[in-house]
């Protein structure tokens, strides 16, 4: 089994594995991972003849260094075993990762695994090299959360699904701009707050990447960039993208300033130059900062390397 990639998720765009122009417009796009799908974009009449669209838009389009992915149906479905099969064996050499919606627990999880093991093996491809998203959209899956994020080393990422988890929380969201008298009824605050948190906690203990779901009115950027910063403040890496427009945004929320790499590398070096000096504690920009606060700024310069932004060498100073 290979070492678990480190890739950049910051935009996954979301492409109906159904259209070729839109697979073609998803390849030459910005984003950094595109994933075509065949679950909630696909009808059921058009699923398995989807399956083809998706091996020919893999093995024939130039997709620079995104992540190529495609998303399955669910495990229990009658299509996701020939999701999985038909597609990696047409296209396997050309996919990265697998995402596989509704997981309630590490068994879906293994499922996928070991049917990969078995492709690989079988078409000689290189056996742990293709990865695994999984969707977390199911109160099962927040129930288990910690041991999915360790479940397997395929497992890079794991993506909130806000939509059918409210459904399955079962939310009573219709109450949105119903009123009470003159009283709106509004739920006090981030309703996903402690979703987002169990989910963003458990992939950095697991050492994987923590995304966010859709925006769905992709007419309103100014929402779309407070949903994805709001994630990012959390410690979350990345967010779905369902128009093309939103991966501007998502590349940028997810990604540090030049403002902010420079104030933290200042801070590194104030530090740096204190301890030299045998003393605990900088003065920086008129803060007390010393080793322990350092680390709120490596984090700056770990994500600034693995974005393009810095170098090896500084981000690891």
Partial sequence: MTERPKRIRRSELSTPGTSEKMITKAAASTADMVFLDLEDAVAPSAKVGARDTIVAGLNQLDWGDKIRAFRC??????WCHDDIVHVVS???ANLDVI????????????????????LERQL????????????VEEVEAVQTIDEIARCSPRLEALTLGVGDLSASQGMRLRHIGVTDGDQALHYPGDMWHYARTRLIVACRAAGID???????NF?????????????????????WCIHPSQIEVANRVFAPTTEEIATAQGAIDAVTAAEAAGEGAANFGGMMIDAATTRLFQVTLDRARQCGLLDETKAAS
């Fill in 99 to 118: 995402m596989v919606p509704k997981i309630k627990g590490p068994r879906e999880v293994w499922f996928v695994d070991d049917l990969l093991t078995g």
């Fill in 124 to 135: 000689g491809l290189e056996v742990g090299r293709i990865g695994i998203e999984c969707l």
């Fill in 219 to 239: 007419a309103s950027p100014d929402g779309y960039e407070k949903s994805a910063a709001t994630f990012s403040m959390l410690g979350g890496v990345g967010k």
């Fill in 210 to 216: 923590a995304i966010d779901g859709p925006y769905a």
């Fill in 90 to 92: 047409g296209a396997g």
């Fill in 73 to 78: 149906n669910s495990v229990g479905t009658e």
